[in-house]
């Protein structure tokens, strides 16, 4: 079930990226610091919570 979690931490945080991506692209420089805030945040409880679980 760890895995799991861990595996899904990770896609959510590429989706962020992604979102990022478009964001930076659009000009919506706000939503690309969210997003990109997001996903920094969701890979640090992903390595130091679910990787461990």
């Known amino acids: 079930m760890a895995r799991l979690l861990a595996t899904g931490a990770a896609a959510v945080a590429a989706l962020l ?3 990022g991506l ?3 692209t659009a000009g919506d420089f ?4 969210f997003s990109f805030l997001s996903a920094s945040l969701v890979i640090y409880i992903r390595e130091t919570r679910l990787i461990d679980a």
Request: proline residues 0%; hydrophobic residues 60%; without cysteine.
């Open 17 to 19: 990226m992604g979102v």
């Open 22 to 24: 478009i964001g930076m």
């Open 30 to 33: 706000r939503l690309a610091g």
